[in-house]
Nanobody, 124 residues
Framework: VQLVESGGGLVQAGGSLRLSCAAS????????RGWFRQAPGKEREFVAA????????RYADSVKGRFTISKDNAKETMYLEMNSLKPEDTAVYYC??????????????????WGQGTQVTVSS
């Protein structure tokens, strides 16, 4: 399984970014998908997850109402639309895959495969 993130960058507070995560590999089609982030000096934290075989999603309280997770099953690509960005959203964002595609895991241990990460920096 290979996961490749893109779309990170530098943005001012209040701005928007859209992250993408393209997946490849024979077994990835059955996997759950999610986004996590890690800020300097902090542990990796859950951001959002989506049911790959469904339409439901779950979000961390800190991003609810500002971030939207979506997917294109045919392209094996997951997205994270981030609006109203705040300086505290600054982190390396990782996409993850693993487990059953009907699930929306919010703990890193449930995922077996990770992308390389993409940096998001929000200036005040």
């Amino acid at each position: 399984v290979q996961l490749v993130e893109s779309g990170g960058g530098l943005v001012q507070a209040g701005g928007s970014l859209r992250l993408s995560c393209a997946a490849s590999g024979e077994t990835v089609r059955t996997y759950a998908r999610g986004w996590f982030r890690q800020a300097p000096g902090k542990e990796r934290e859950f951001v959002a997850a989506i049911a790959w075989f469904g339409t439901t999603a779950r979000y961390a309280d800190s991003v609810k109402g500002r971030f939207t997770i979506s997917k294109d099953n045919a392209k094996e690509t997951m997205y994270l639309e981030m609006n109203s960005l705040k300086p505290e959203d600054t982190a390396v964002y990782y996409c993850a895959a693993g487990g059953g595609g009907q699930n929306m895991y919010d703990t890193a241990e449930e995922y077996t495969d990770w992308g390389q990460g993409t940096q998001v920096t929000v200036s005040s």
